[in-house]
């Protein structure tokens, strides 16, 4: 996260449970907790000398900026439309870019709210595996919680999100100190430098997100750690990476492209 403060503190209604629980988060994310002590946010921060409050009420755990208007929670945005329309044979152009396989393993470098990884975990199934890597503590974190607990309706999309192995971590460090061909597909979705005009869902996590250009020696390292192969998720009609390209998948709008490196 761009060298944003913040505090935990509660919603304006809470009881002692609640506060326990957002001590928890406090102390997994090594921030304050403060009462909430009935006051806006736009005042508890201004009074705590923060940019941003994490909130924890009885139903989600959200950051917000009261300032510029972002509210963050987890949400796994259009993973069950992808599937219904995989399930439908409509196809995904992720998926097929990825050449997925019920049984494949997936490393997804840039998990963000693991949308692209819960589709790709409902496509291995149980006997595949999938894990994501996101660099940033507090989305990490709420990814993690949210894989593990978020409940929705969909055949197998709830089942496909509580198979995600999520971590926090930097996968320009984590893709060195793995194993030659240890997954199938290794899968990068960086933020695009100029965000497609249709993305506003992305905004909250463009907000929060790192924006570091991946290395090309971090490609390098996927090519070594990919099976099968590395796939990047590009704006469409971007320029050729390196290493070599292999073949591109246009997404199911124009706005986006799978590239599949050699
Ligand atoms: C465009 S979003 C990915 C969205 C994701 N594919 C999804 O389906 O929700 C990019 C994410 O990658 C994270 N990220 C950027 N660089 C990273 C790195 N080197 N290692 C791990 N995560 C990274 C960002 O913080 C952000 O959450």
Not at 33 to 43: E, N, Q
Not at 123 to 150: F, K, M, N
Request: contains cysteine; glycine residues 8%.
């Amino acid at each position: 996260m761009p060298d944003l403060s913040y505090v935990v503190t509660t919603s304006r209604r809470s009881d002692p449970e609640l506060v326990a629980r957002a001590r928890r988060w406090a102390e997994r994310l090594g921030v304050r907790f403060v009462a909430r002590a009935d006051r806006s946010l736009s005042r508890l921060c201004r009074e705590e000398g923060v940019e941003a409050g994490l909130t924890v009420t009885p139903v989600r755990v959200g950051l917000v900026i009261p300032a510029e208007g972002v509210e963050y929670f987890y949400h796994p945005s259009m993973a069950r439309t992808r599937i219904s329309n995989l399930r439908d044979g409509k196809g995904d152009p992720m998926v097929t870019a990825m050449a997925l396989q019920p049984g494949d393993s997936v490393l997804d470098c840039t998990l963000g709210r693991a949308s692209d990884a819960i589709v790709a975990a409902w496509v291995v199934g149980a006997g595949g595996r999938v894990v994501g890597y996101e660099a940033d503590p507090l989305i990490a974190a709420l990814t993690i919680e949210g894989l593990a607990s978020y409940e929705i309706e969909g055949a197998g999309v709830q089942e496909a999100m509580r198979r995600i192995d999520a971590m926090q971590g930097d996968c320009v460090e984590v893709l060195p100190a793995l194993a030659d061909d240890s997954f199938d597909v290794v899968y990068f979705d960086p933020f695009f430098h100029e965000p497609v005009n249709d993305s506003q869902a992305m905004q909250p996590l463009r907000r929060l997100g790192v924006h570091r250009p991946i290395p090309a020696k971090a490609f390098e390292e996927a090519r070594r750690v990919a099976r099968r192969r590395v796939v990047v998720k590009q704006r469409a009609g971007a320029r050729a990476t390196e290493p070599p390209v292999a073949e591109i998948v246009s997404g199911s709008g124009s706005s986006v492209q799978y590239v599949v490196l050699e």
